[in-house]
Nanobody
Framework: QLQLVESGGGLVQAGRSLRLSCAAS????????MGWYRQAPGKQRELVAT???????NYADYVKGRFTISRDNAKNTVILEMSTLKPEDTAVYYC?????????WGQGTQVTVSS
């Protein structure tokens, strides 16, 4: 089993920055992809950004240029640096990992951006 634990959410004013962190533990070998998804109230869960074990990144259009994803394979962590936050970024952010044909999710961390 693989466990993912997020940290770093909170309340922030629009235009400010926030950093999310996700630590993986348990069966951490062969994690192909890690990343972040988010879900706002009444909406479906959507992609934010992903990063492969080789460092290739993928961003949703609505966060490109504002968010940066990074990964520390030695520490089994993935970081999401969020800048120029907007009220529409308000959501529960979920850490994601893909390993041996299965997706794993963290419990989520709330990010609230006030206008």
């Amino acid at each position: 089993q693989l466990q993912l634990v997020e940290s770093g959410g909170g309340l922030v004013q629009a235009g400010r920055s926030l950093r999310l962190s996700c630590a993986a533990s348990g069966s951490i070998f062969s994690i192909n992809v890690m990343g972040w998804y988010r879900q706002a109230p009444g909406k479906q869960r959507e992609l934010v950004a992903t990063i492969t074990s080789g460092g290739s990144t993928n961003y949703a259009d609505y966060v490109k240029g504002r968010f940066t994803i990074s990964r520390d394979n030695a520490k089994n962590t993935v970081i999401l640096e969020m800048s120029t936050l907007k009220p529409e970024d308000t959501a529960v952010y979920y850490c994601y990992a893909y390993r041996t044909a299965r997706a794993y999710w963290g419990q989520g961390t709330q990010v609230t951006v006030s206008s």
